[in-house]
Protein backbone atom coordinates (compact mmCIF):
# COMPACT_ATOMS: atom_id res chain seq x y z
CA UNK A 1 0.00 0.00 0.00
CA UNK A 2 2.95 2.52 0.80
CA UNK A 3 4.68 1.74 -2.39
CA UNK A 4 1.04 2.53 -4.55
CA UNK A 5 0.63 6.02 -2.15
CA UNK A 6 4.49 7.24 -3.01
CA UNK A 7 4.16 6.05 -6.33
CA UNK A 8 1.39 8.59 -7.03
CA UNK A 9 3.14 11.01 -4.66
CA UNK A 10 6.16 11.11 -6.85
CA UNK A 11 4.49 10.76 -10.58
CA UNK A 12 2.04 13.95 -9.62
CA UNK A 13 5.61 15.82 -8.80
CA UNK A 14 7.04 14.50 -12.05
CA UNK A 15 4.10 14.97 -14.26
CA UNK A 16 3.38 18.26 -13.15
CA UNK A 17 7.10 19.33 -13.36
CA UNK A 18 6.97 18.18 -16.85
CA UNK A 19 3.93 20.09 -17.59
CA UNK A 20 5.52 22.92 -16.69
CA UNK A 21 8.86 22.81 -17.96
CA UNK A 22 7.40 21.74 -21.22
CA UNK A 23 5.51 24.83 -21.87
CA UNK A 24 2.63 23.53 -21.98
CA UNK A 25 0.83 25.33 -18.87
CA UNK A 26 1.96 26.96 -15.67
CA UNK A 27 1.02 25.91 -12.10
CA UNK A 28 0.74 29.84 -10.75
CA UNK A 29 4.54 30.80 -10.35
CA UNK A 30 5.80 27.75 -9.56
CA UNK A 31 8.77 26.36 -11.79
CA UNK A 32 8.32 29.08 -14.12
CA UNK A 33 11.48 29.75 -13.80
CA UNK A 34 13.15 26.79 -13.09
CA UNK A 35 16.80 26.35 -14.47
CA UNK A 36 17.70 23.04 -16.21
CA UNK A 37 21.33 23.38 -15.89
CA UNK A 38 22.74 21.50 -19.24
CA UNK A 39 19.62 20.48 -19.96
CA UNK A 40 18.21 24.26 -20.36
CA UNK A 41 18.84 23.82 -24.29
CA UNK A 42 16.53 20.80 -24.43
CA UNK A 43 13.85 21.97 -21.85
CA UNK A 44 11.02 20.96 -24.28
CA UNK A 45 12.03 17.51 -24.22
CA UNK A 46 13.01 17.11 -20.71
CA UNK A 47 9.17 18.55 -19.84
CA UNK A 48 7.73 16.06 -22.36
CA UNK A 49 9.59 12.80 -21.04
CA UNK A 50 9.17 13.95 -17.20
CA UNK A 51 5.48 14.10 -17.90
CA UNK A 52 5.67 11.16 -19.66
CA UNK A 53 7.43 9.41 -16.57
CA UNK A 54 5.30 10.78 -13.66
CA UNK A 55 1.97 9.82 -15.68
CA UNK A 56 3.73 6.58 -16.15
CA UNK A 57 3.97 6.30 -12.23
CA UNK A 58 0.38 7.20 -11.41
CA UNK A 59 -0.89 4.89 -13.65
CA UNK A 60 1.74 1.77 -11.99
CA UNK A 61 0.13 2.94 -8.40
CA UNK A 62 -3.27 3.22 -9.17
CA UNK A 63 -3.67 -0.30 -11.50
CA UNK A 64 -4.78 -3.68 -9.62
CA UNK A 65 -2.54 -5.93 -8.93
CA UNK A 66 -2.87 -10.10 -9.35
CA UNK A 67 -2.04 -12.17 -6.52
CA UNK A 68 0.44 -14.90 -7.56
CA UNK A 69 -0.86 -17.94 -8.28
CA UNK A 70 0.32 -20.39 -5.28
CA UNK A 71 1.94 -23.76 -6.95
CA UNK A 72 -0.37 -26.66 -7.90
CA UNK A 73 -0.14 -30.12 -5.97
CA UNK A 74 0.59 -33.00 -7.77
CA UNK A 75 -2.69 -35.21 -8.53
CA UNK A 76 -3.78 -37.42 -5.83
CA UNK A 77 -2.75 -41.33 -5.99
CA UNK A 78 -5.17 -43.81 -4.30
CA UNK A 79 -6.72 -41.60 -2.63
CA UNK A 80 -3.71 -40.24 -0.36
CA UNK A 81 -3.54 -36.42 -0.43
CA UNK A 82 0.50 -36.60 0.48
CA UNK A 83 3.23 -34.98 -2.05
CA UNK A 84 5.29 -37.59 -3.21
CA UNK A 85 8.80 -38.07 -1.89
CA UNK A 86 11.32 -37.33 -3.86
CA UNK A 87 12.96 -40.89 -4.50
CA UNK A 88 16.54 -41.59 -5.42
CA UNK A 89 16.55 -43.04 -8.52
CA UNK A 90 17.33 -46.63 -9.42
CA UNK A 91 19.30 -47.72 -12.68
CA UNK A 92 16.35 -50.70 -14.51
CA UNK A 93 17.34 -53.76 -13.53
CA UNK A 94 19.22 -54.76 -16.82
CA UNK A 95 17.92 -57.49 -19.12
CA UNK A 96 19.26 -60.81 -18.54
CA UNK A 97 21.52 -60.91 -21.75
CA UNK A 98 20.04 -62.79 -24.64
CA UNK A 99 21.98 -65.17 -26.31
CA UNK A 100 22.70 -64.67 -29.44
CA UNK A 101 21.06 -66.43 -32.53
CA UNK A 102 23.34 -69.18 -34.03
CA UNK A 103 25.04 -67.50 -37.14
CA UNK A 104 24.18 -68.75 -40.36
CA UNK A 105 26.50 -70.24 -42.11
CA UNK A 106 27.94 -67.97 -44.53
CA UNK A 107 26.55 -68.56 -47.98
CA UNK A 108 30.01 -68.29 -50.61
CA UNK A 109 28.91 -67.26 -53.82
CA UNK A 110 30.08 -69.05 -56.44
CA UNK A 111 31.92 -66.69 -58.83
CA UNK A 112 31.24 -67.06 -62.29
CA UNK A 113 34.38 -68.19 -63.97
CA UNK A 114 35.93 -65.74 -66.06
CA UNK A 115 35.20 -66.45 -69.89
CA UNK A 116 37.39 -68.63 -71.59
CA UNK A 117 39.31 -67.18 -74.47
CA UNK A 118 38.44 -68.36 -77.87
CA UNK A 119 40.71 -71.15 -78.68
CA UNK A 120 43.76 -70.31 -80.81
CA UNK A 121 43.42 -72.35 -84.39
CA UNK A 122 45.71 -75.25 -85.03
CA UNK A 123 47.95 -75.05 -88.41
CA UNK A 124 45.66 -77.72 -90.61
CA UNK A 125 42.66 -75.96 -88.73
CA UNK A 126 43.98 -72.51 -89.99
CA UNK A 127 44.86 -73.75 -93.62
CA UNK A 128 41.51 -75.12 -94.06
CA UNK A 129 39.80 -72.03 -93.33
CA UNK A 130 42.18 -70.45 -95.75
CA UNK A 131 40.95 -72.80 -98.28
CA UNK A 132 36.85 -72.14 -97.70
CA UNK A 133 37.88 -68.34 -98.08
CA UNK A 134 39.59 -68.63 -101.68
CA UNK A 135 36.99 -70.61 -102.86
CA UNK A 136 35.01 -67.88 -101.62
CA UNK A 137 37.10 -65.31 -103.23
CA UNK A 138 37.39 -63.30 -99.94
CA UNK A 139 40.87 -62.71 -100.28
CA UNK A 140 41.34 -60.13 -97.45
CA UNK A 141 40.75 -62.36 -95.19
CA UNK A 142 42.40 -65.39 -96.51
CA UNK A 143 45.70 -63.10 -96.38
CA UNK A 144 45.25 -62.58 -92.30
CA UNK A 145 44.35 -66.46 -92.45
CA UNK A 146 47.63 -67.17 -94.43
CA UNK A 147 50.06 -64.84 -92.12
CA UNK A 148 48.04 -66.54 -89.04
CA UNK A 149 49.71 -69.75 -90.86
CA UNK A 150 53.29 -67.91 -90.66
CA UNK A 151 53.36 -67.67 -86.90
CA UNK A 152 52.07 -71.79 -86.47
CA UNK A 153 54.20 -73.48 -88.98
CA UNK A 154 57.20 -75.41 -87.16
CA UNK A 155 58.04 -78.60 -89.44
CA UNK A 156 59.71 -79.15 -92.50
CA UNK A 157 56.21 -80.48 -93.52
CA UNK A 158 53.64 -77.10 -92.43
CA UNK A 159 56.80 -75.01 -94.23
CA UNK A 160 56.40 -76.72 -97.27
CA UNK A 161 52.57 -76.65 -97.26
CA UNK A 162 52.72 -72.54 -96.23
CA UNK A 163 55.01 -71.20 -99.08
CA UNK A 164 53.38 -73.43 -101.82
CA UNK A 165 49.98 -71.76 -100.37
CA UNK A 166 52.24 -68.52 -100.29
CA UNK A 167 53.32 -69.15 -103.92
CA UNK A 168 49.76 -69.86 -105.16
CA UNK A 169 48.53 -66.33 -103.45
CA UNK A 170 51.30 -64.78 -105.24
CA UNK A 171 51.52 -65.63 -108.36
CA UNK A 172 47.19 -65.19 -108.19
CA UNK A 173 47.88 -61.83 -107.84
CA UNK A 174 50.18 -61.34 -110.29
CA UNK A 175 52.88 -60.89 -108.60
CA UNK A 176 55.49 -63.96 -109.78
CA UNK A 177 58.56 -62.32 -108.63
CA UNK A 178 57.29 -63.50 -104.89
CA UNK A 179 55.26 -66.74 -106.10
CA UNK A 180 58.69 -67.97 -107.87
CA UNK A 181 60.72 -67.32 -103.89
CA UNK A 182 57.62 -68.84 -102.17
CA UNK A 183 57.40 -72.04 -104.79
CA UNK A 184 61.76 -72.44 -104.02
CA UNK A 185 61.30 -72.35 -100.37
CA UNK A 186 58.36 -75.15 -100.37
CA UNK A 187 60.74 -77.58 -102.85
CA UNK A 188 63.78 -76.81 -100.64
CA UNK A 189 61.17 -77.80 -97.17
CA UNK A 190 59.69 -80.81 -99.15
CA UNK A 191 62.36 -82.42 -100.30
CA UNK A 192 63.65 -82.59 -96.93
CA UNK A 193 60.54 -84.36 -96.03
CA UNK A 194 61.26 -86.70 -98.54
CA UNK A 195 64.14 -87.48 -97.17
CA UNK A 196 63.51 -87.55 -93.43
CA UNK A 197 59.77 -89.87 -94.04
CA UNK A 198 59.61 -90.83 -97.18
CA UNK A 199 55.94 -91.25 -98.30
CA UNK A 200 53.16 -91.14 -100.96
CA UNK A 201 52.50 -87.62 -99.67
CA UNK A 202 55.77 -86.82 -98.91
CA UNK A 203 56.02 -87.44 -102.83
CA UNK A 204 52.33 -85.23 -103.22
CA UNK A 205 53.81 -82.56 -101.92
CA UNK A 206 56.92 -82.25 -103.34
CA UNK A 207 55.38 -82.54 -106.65
CA UNK A 208 52.82 -79.24 -105.58
CA UNK A 209 55.76 -77.42 -104.89
CA UNK A 210 57.76 -78.44 -108.46
CA UNK A 211 54.18 -77.18 -110.23
CA UNK A 212 54.25 -74.13 -108.75
CA UNK A 213 57.79 -73.35 -109.49
CA UNK A 214 57.07 -75.34 -113.39
CA UNK A 215 53.90 -73.01 -113.30
CA UNK A 216 55.40 -69.81 -113.04
CA UNK A 217 58.78 -70.25 -114.83
CA UNK A 218 56.18 -71.11 -117.85
CA UNK A 219 54.62 -67.93 -117.44
CA UNK A 220 57.96 -65.94 -117.43
CA UNK A 221 59.32 -67.63 -120.65
CA UNK A 222 61.70 -69.58 -118.67
CA UNK A 223 60.76 -72.91 -120.64
CA UNK A 224 63.65 -75.15 -119.94
CA UNK A 225 63.18 -74.89 -116.29
CA UNK A 226 59.45 -75.18 -116.47
CA UNK A 227 59.77 -78.69 -118.55
CA UNK A 228 62.47 -79.69 -115.85
CA UNK A 229 60.33 -78.91 -112.57
CA UNK A 230 56.70 -80.40 -114.82
CA UNK A 231 59.16 -83.64 -115.74
CA UNK A 232 60.13 -84.25 -111.80
CA UNK A 233 56.55 -83.56 -110.55
CA UNK A 234 55.44 -85.91 -113.25
CA UNK A 235 57.59 -88.85 -112.49
CA UNK A 236 57.11 -88.17 -108.74
CA UNK A 237 53.22 -88.56 -109.13
CA UNK A 238 53.68 -91.91 -110.96
CA UNK A 239 55.64 -93.53 -109.07
CA UNK A 240 53.06 -93.81 -106.36
CA UNK A 241 51.83 -96.71 -108.89
CA UNK A 242 48.49 -95.75 -108.88
CA UNK A 243 48.32 -95.22 -105.63
CA UNK A 244 46.44 -92.23 -105.90
CA UNK A 245 43.27 -93.51 -107.43
CA UNK A 246 41.39 -93.24 -104.52
CA UNK A 247 42.46 -89.60 -103.93
CA UNK A 248 40.12 -87.58 -106.51
CA UNK A 249 42.27 -84.31 -105.56
CA UNK A 250 45.43 -86.20 -106.22
CA UNK A 251 44.46 -87.48 -109.67
CA UNK A 252 43.19 -84.16 -110.45
CA UNK A 253 46.56 -82.97 -109.70
CA UNK A 254 48.03 -85.79 -112.15
CA UNK A 255 45.96 -84.87 -114.80
CA UNK A 256 46.56 -81.22 -114.98
CA UNK A 257 50.47 -82.33 -114.23
CA UNK A 258 50.11 -84.31 -117.90
CA UNK A 259 48.64 -81.48 -119.72
CA UNK A 260 50.87 -79.07 -118.07
CA UNK A 261 53.59 -81.15 -119.57
CA UNK A 262 51.96 -81.68 -122.81
CA UNK A 263 51.97 -77.86 -123.79
CA UNK A 264 55.50 -77.46 -123.01
CA UNK A 265 56.10 -80.30 -125.45
CA UNK A 266 53.88 -78.98 -127.81
CA UNK A 267 56.06 -75.48 -128.17
CA UNK A 268 58.49 -77.59 -128.64
CA UNK A 269 57.80 -79.10 -131.69
CA UNK A 270 56.94 -82.87 -129.83
CA UNK A 271 53.49 -83.07 -131.11
CA UNK A 272 53.13 -86.78 -130.84
CA UNK A 273 54.66 -86.95 -127.15
CA UNK A 274 52.12 -84.32 -126.37
CA UNK A 275 48.91 -86.03 -127.78
CA UNK A 276 49.66 -89.21 -125.92
CA UNK A 277 50.26 -87.09 -122.59
CA UNK A 278 46.60 -85.75 -123.26
CA UNK A 279 44.91 -89.03 -124.03
CA UNK A 280 46.20 -90.40 -120.82
CA UNK A 281 45.07 -86.84 -118.83
CA UNK A 282 41.94 -87.28 -120.56
CA UNK A 283 40.86 -90.71 -119.41
CA UNK A 284 41.94 -89.64 -115.70
CA UNK A 285 39.25 -86.48 -116.20
CA UNK A 286 37.34 -89.15 -117.87
CA UNK A 287 36.81 -91.29 -114.79
CA UNK A 288 36.46 -88.44 -112.36
CA UNK A 289 33.85 -86.65 -114.10
CA UNK A 290 31.90 -90.19 -114.20
CA UNK A 291 32.38 -90.14 -110.85
CA UNK A 292 31.70 -85.95 -109.55
CA UNK A 293 30.02 -84.52 -112.99
CA UNK A 294 29.42 -81.03 -111.14
CA UNK A 295 32.86 -80.94 -110.11
CA UNK A 296 34.94 -82.66 -112.55
CA UNK A 297 32.67 -82.36 -115.54
CA UNK A 298 33.62 -78.82 -116.83
CA UNK A 299 37.59 -80.33 -116.62
CA UNK A 300 36.33 -83.03 -118.84
CA UNK A 301 35.02 -80.72 -121.37
CA UNK A 302 38.30 -78.33 -121.28
CA UNK A 303 40.47 -81.61 -122.24
CA UNK A 304 38.56 -82.78 -124.75
CA UNK A 305 38.73 -79.46 -126.53
CA UNK A 306 42.65 -79.50 -126.55
CA UNK A 307 42.83 -82.85 -126.99
CA UNK A 308 40.48 -82.12 -130.73
CA UNK A 309 42.86 -79.15 -131.61
CA UNK A 310 45.75 -81.62 -130.86
CA UNK A 311 44.51 -83.90 -133.18
CA UNK A 312 43.68 -81.97 -135.53
CA UNK A 313 46.88 -80.42 -135.81
CA UNK A 314 48.67 -83.41 -136.58
CA UNK A 315 46.21 -85.00 -138.98
CA UNK A 316 46.17 -81.69 -140.82
Given at each position: ???R ?17 A?W?S?G ?16 N ?11 L ?17 P ?92 D ?8 D ?10 G ?78 D ?16 I ?10 R????L ?16
Amino acid sequence: MLARVVGIILGLILASSGYVVAGWGSLGNWAAHLDLGPLEPYRTNAGVAAAIVGGALIVAALSPRREPKKPRRAPMALGLDLEPEPQTKTAPPEPAPVPPAPMAAPIMETAAPPPQPPRALTFAEQRARLVSLSRSESWAEAARALNAMKSLARTDEELAILHRDLGDFARGQGNLDSAAEAYETAVGHARQVCHDRPSDEASELLAGALSGVGDVAEAEGRLDAALAAFEEALALRRARGGREAGDPNAQRALSVNLERLADLREDRGHRMRALDLYRESYDIAGRLAAADPARFGPDLAATRTRLNELEAKISS
